[in-house]
C-alpha cells in the first residue's frame, strides 16, 4: 500500500517562500513518476508540477519561474519549492503518485499579509 505524507506548508507573506515535502512508502519510489497538485477553496483541484525519474519536469503556466519540483530518492522523498509566493497560490497542496493513483492529504499554504 503506497502512502504519501505531505508536510512542510504554513502561512507566508507575498513574495515568500515554503518548501514542501512528501514522504513516500510502499512504492518504487525511484522509478516512479511523482507529482504535485493544488486545491483553493471553491476550485477544481489543478496540476502544479510533474517530476520525472530522468529528472525532466513540468509546470503549470501560473507557477513557472517560481516553484521547482525535486526529489532525494535515497530518502524516498519529492520536494516542492515555492517561491515569490503570491495570494493566489493560497491552497491545500497534494502529493500524486500517478502509478498507484495515491494521495496524501495535503498541506495548507496560504499566502496573505
Known amino acids: 500500500q503506497v502512502q504519501l505524507v505531505e508536510s512542510g506548508g504554513g502561512l507566508v507573506q507575498p513574495g515568500g517562500s515554503l518548501r514542501l515535502s512528501c514522504k513516500v512508502s510502499g512504492s518504487s519510489f525511484s522509478l516512479n513518476v511523482m507529482g504535485w497538485y493544488r486545491q483553493a477553496p471553491g476550485k477544481q483541484r489543478e496540476l502544479v508540477a510533474i517530476g520525472t525519474t530522468g529528472f525532466n519536469t513540468y509546470y503549470a503556466g501560473s507557477v513557472k519561474g517560481r516553484f521547482t519540483i525535486s526529489r532525494d530518492n535515497a530518502k524516498n522523498t519529492v520536494y516542492l519549492q515555492l517561491n515569490s509566493l503570491k495570494p493566489e497560490d493560497t491552497a491545500v497542496y497534494y502529493c500524486?503518485?500517478?502509478?498507484?493513483?495515491?494521495w496524501g492529504r495535503g498541506t495548507q499554504v496560504t499566502v496573505s499579509s
Open positions: 500524486n503518485d500517478p502509478q498507484s493513483n495515491s
